[in-house]
Nanobody
Framework: QVQLAESGGGLVQSGGSLRLSCAASGSIFNIRAMGWYRQAPGKQRELVALITNDGSTNFADSVKGRFTISRDNAKTTVYLQMNSLRPEDTAVYYC??????????WGKGTLVTVSS
């Protein structure tokens, strides 16, 4: 089992920045990728950013150039730096860890609210 501890959400004005963190613990020896998804009210959950075990990254088109994803040297904590935030970035952000055999673990989510 993998446990995820998310932090960093909150309220920010349009154009501001926030940094989300997600620390994984437990059975973390076979992580293949870590990432962030988000779900806005009335919308489906969508991928925001992903970083694989070899360091490859993938971003949603809507956040390219504004968000960056990184992780610590131990590859157990993933960060999402969000700059130039827009009201449409308002959502609950969920950390996701993908392990071998397609096993996924989701965090409980952290709310990001961007005011106009």
């Amino acid at each position: 089992q993998v446990q995820l501890a998310e932090s960093g959400g909150g309220l920010v004005q349009s154009g501001g920045s926030l940094r989300l963190s997600c620390a994984a613990s437990g059975s973390i020896f076979n992580i293949r990728a870590m990432g962030w998804y988000r779900q806005a009210p009335g919308k489906q959950r969508e991928l925001v950013a992903l970083i694989t075990n070899d360091g490859s990254t993938n971003f949603a088109d809507s956040v390219k150039g504004r968000f960056t994803i990184s992780r610590d040297n131990a590859k157990t904590t993933v960060y999402l730096q969000m700059n130039s935030l827009r009201p449409e970035d308002t959502a609950v952000y969920y950390c996701n860890v993908l392990r071998d055999l397609g096993l996924e673990t989701w965090g409980k989510g952290t709310l990001v609210t961007v005011s106009s």
